[in-house]
């Protein structure tokens, strides 16, 4: 089962990606995670990524593309997997749809996670992150015991660039412009379902559930 998660930053889509790995026992390849572990790492490519992130831009696809075609070889791919942050632009999306081609295969469902911007500017504003161990927090939907206060090391939080409003709504804009066309894409390709983010996290994943048959 090869799934693709859209919807704009801060939708949820990789909380429910790694929903749908659990469950399905697929790997979750983010390609967030793989930008981040890169910047904690002080690669040459984390540096490079870091510079667009903290402008509320997208990696360019010579950052990605290589990265996520050679991940797709590794055997826990085997059965599918859940790929989130990735195909963002339309160019993107026809490399994959080439490349998953010449293997005989194709993507099973494109999940677009909708929800309204002004949902998100207010989520992702309230995100903190330890930047000493890598915990995610938020202050109302995912607090610590603590305030300000990372749970696992004790370190403080921080509220990250790319999570500052200002910066949130540059990210919106470009998501708009560049990945919005996608939903037209998968739609065409008869892969796409959407699922409105707005309802509770186990209400979102119920929904993907019954859009996946199982």
């Known amino acids: 089962m090869k799934i693709i998660m859209l919807g704009a930053p801060g939708a949820g889509k990789g909380t429910q990606a790694k929903k749908i790995a659990d469950k399905y026992q697929i790997p979750h390849i983010s390609t967030g995670d793989i930008f981040r572990a890169n910047i904690k790492e002080g690669t040459e490519l984390g540096k490079k990524a870091k510079s667009y992130m903290d402008q509320g831009q997208l990696v360019p696809d010579e950052l990605t593309l290589e990265l996520i ?3 797709f070889q590794n055997p826990d791919c085997e059965n599918g997997y859940v790929l989130d942050g990735f195909p ?3 160019p993107q999306a026809e490399a994959l749809t080439e490349a998953l081609a010449k293997k ?3 993507i099973d469902y494109a999940i677009n996670v909708e929800v309204p ?3 998100i500017i ?3 504003g309230g995100r903190r992150a330890c930047l000493a161990c890598g915990s995610t927090y938020h202050i109302v939907y995912a607090p610590t015991r603590v305030e300000g206060i990372c749970d696992r090391c004790g370190e403080k939080l921080v509220l990250r660039d790319d999570d500052k409003p200002e910066t949130v709504k540059n ?3 470009v998501y708009h412009n560049q990945t919005q066309p996608l939903i037209d894409y998968y ?3 008869g892969k796409l379902a959407e699922v409105d983010g707005t309802q509770s996290m186990e209400d979102v994943f119920n929904a993907i559930v019954k859009i996946l048959g199982a």
């Open 187 to 189: 739609t065409k390709q």
């Open 171 to 173: 990210r919106l804009n």
């Open 122 to 124: 207010n989520r992702m």
């Open 88 to 90: 963002r632009t339309i």
């Open 69 to 71: 075609m050679d991940r």
């Open 104 to 106: 005989g295969e194709t």
């Open 117 to 119: 911007d002004e949902n």
